[in-house]
């Protein structure tokens, strides 16, 4: 078993990776604690037999991104006081990026908090979403308009179940590990054009978002490179209201932010080895409204990574109306 420890400012996160780790989850929790395990209806069904956790109580939601919201909130918070939940028991995320965010935000607030674990089920949530404490729910029309940082005390993940996801889902993860490679590691960059092995790529990925997190806890500073293609990946994401996963609209603000050519063209044709389709329509007023939300801008101006080769990004201080002005 591979196994990763990142230490923050009040707390650590011990991360567990092997295949089939699902079925002996069990043995690396401690007893004598009450469990909650948040899920998705579709992870319920294929999973919820292969979990098995003493002690614990389910709370089942519809799948997707609308469901990252207060109300959420208020149903689980009410399970949890209904299942006599205490500041020592813990929550137990299963399920993609959308219930380790809610879940991670309802831990960072029940009785001012209390301690959880994820279990990444989807790529995205298995190479970034999973790590680093980033919680929160969606507001209105508006993404991660509230949240906290809030870290998991353990991770576990299991590659395994990556094989029912759906291809499109797949690819959305995929969005996010070229962000880590081409911001961060040429080689694992490169290695996305080869055969790769899955396990590897998610490993390397949470190694160098631990070694990020752990400069970086509160997002001041190198933190917001992981942001590379999210202002205008978010935007899109909103503006097609949802219909497009997260991380190929990451991969859609990644060509419009990379400025150098040769870059941009080895984008496109990793785009084309994956069936990504590298065209689409959007209305710019429309993505211009969202964007002006965005948390990162401060008294007019956003920081933005800026890709210098493939492997190095720095942050740099943009006027968002010049950013908004190239759109
Ligand atoms: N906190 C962070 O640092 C961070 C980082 C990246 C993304 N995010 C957030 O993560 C969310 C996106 O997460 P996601 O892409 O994991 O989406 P998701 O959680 O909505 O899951 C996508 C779909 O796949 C299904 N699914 C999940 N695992 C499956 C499996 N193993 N087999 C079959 N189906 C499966 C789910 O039921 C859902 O329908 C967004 O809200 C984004 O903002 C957070």
Request: proline content about 3%; glycine content about 6%; charged content about 25%.
């Amino acid at each position: 078993m591979k196994t990763l420890e990142v230490k923050y400012s009040t707390n650590k996160t011990n991360i567990y990776l092997e295949n089939n780790l699902l079925e002996n989850i069990s043995s690396l929790i401690p007893r004598g604690k009450k469990y909650i395990i948040l899920t998705d209806e579709n992870i319920y069904k294929l999973y919820s037999r292969a979990l098995n956790v003493p002690n614990s109580t389910w709370v089942v939601l519809p799948a997707g991104e609308k469901e990252k919201n207060l109300d959420n909130v208020s149903k689980i918070i009410e399970k949890m006081l209904s299942s006599e939940i205490s500041k020592t028991d813990i929550l137990i995320n299963f399920g993609g990026g959308v219930i380790s965010d809610l879940g991670g935000f309802v831990a960072s607030t029940y009785k001012r908090g209390i301690n959880y674990y994820n279990i990444p089920t989807t790529l995205i949530s298995q190479v970034d979403a999973t790590l680093g404490g980033k919680t929160g729910v969606d507001f209105k029309v508006y993404k991660n308009q509230i949240g906290s940082i809030h870290h998991p005390e353990k991770i576990f993940v299991d590659p395994i179940l990556l094989n029912t996801l759906p291809k499109n889902e797949y690819l959305s993860g995929i969005g996010e590990v070229i962000k880590y490679g081409l911001c961060f590691d040429e080689d694992l960059f490169n290695s996305l054009f080869s055969n790769f092995s899955i396990d590897e790529l998610i490993y390397k990925c949470l190694k160098i978002k631990a070694e990020i997190t752990e400069k970086d806890e509160f997002d001041n500073g190198i933190r917001l490179a992981l942001n590379f293609g999210h202002t205008i990946g978010h935007a899109i994401e909103a503006v097609s209201n949802y219909t497009i996963p997260h991380g190929i609209c990451v991969i859609y603000g990644m060509l419009y932010e990379i400025e150098a050519e040769d870059i941009k063209d080895k984008l496109i044709r990793l785009m084309q080895k994956f069936e990504i389709e590298n065209q689409i329509s959007y209305d710019k007023d429309e993505l211009k409204a969202f964007i002006i939300q965005d948390k990162k801008i401060r008294n007019g101006v956003i920081k933005l990574p800026k890709l210098e080769k493939i492997g190095k990004v720095k942050i740099t201080e943009v006027k968002i109306n010049d950013y908004l002005m190239r759109l």
